[in-house]
């Protein structure tokens, strides 16, 4: 059921008719809008509301684990980096450079430095294979590798590799 159809019906089984907000339907071939759907049936402000909030906690439910915003902090509670990760879950994803195999996408930004100073990107692969996962990117034409395992939902504890050596990390949900 697509998501239309999913706000007509949750909007049919909690409107209560207000004859004054009824609005004329779109024009044929018109694109439509949410805005636009919900207009069309006679609602409450409560039940439009509703409608919206249960078509966003469905789109959220879908998605995987690590959808959000990540902070990768060192040892001594230092923030090194900051990751907005994209989890499709296992449905593939229409806004994923790869639509048809859900894949873990995402961006790295290093809160130390000035935001056109380069120190912001995309990371070049996520691969998450049971309890671990590896991040990877390019940061200042360093190659990074970080390597978790994860500890508790959103508590992953492991090390960061680059030009010197390996030091220990946590990335907790931001």
């Excluded at 018109?30 to 966003?56: C, F, H, N, W």
């Excluded at 879908?62 to 001594?76: E, K, M, N, T, Y």
């Excluded at 990074?144 to 030009?163: F, K, Y």
């Amino acid at each position: 059921m697509n998501l239309a159809a999913a706000l007509m019906l949750l909007a049919t089984q909690t409107a209560e008719p207000d004859p004054d907000a009824v609005k004329s339907a779109a024009p044929s071939g018109a694109p439509g809008s949410i805005d636009a759907l919900l207009d069309q049936i006679p609602m409450t402000e409560d039940a439009r509301e509703a409608a919206v909030k249960s078509a966003y906690a469905a789109a959220q439910a879908r998605r995987g684990a690590l959808d959000g915003r990540w902070r990768l902090s060192a040892a001594d509670g230092r923030v090194l980096y900051i990751f907005q990760l994209s989890d499709p879950g296992p449905i593939p994803d229409p806004r994923s450079s790869t639509p048809s195999v859900p894949v873990i996408e995402g961006a790295w930004r290093d809160p130390g430095h000035a935001s056109g100073d380069g120190g912001s990107g995309f990371l070049s692969s996520v691969q998450r294979d049971g309890l671990g996962l590896t991040l990877h990117f390019e940061d200042h034409d360093h190659s990074r590798v970080v390597s978790l395992r994860q500890r508790g939902a959103d508590d992953w504890t492991g090390t960061i590799q680059g030009e010197a050596a390996a030091r220990a990390v946590v990335m907790t949900r931001f």
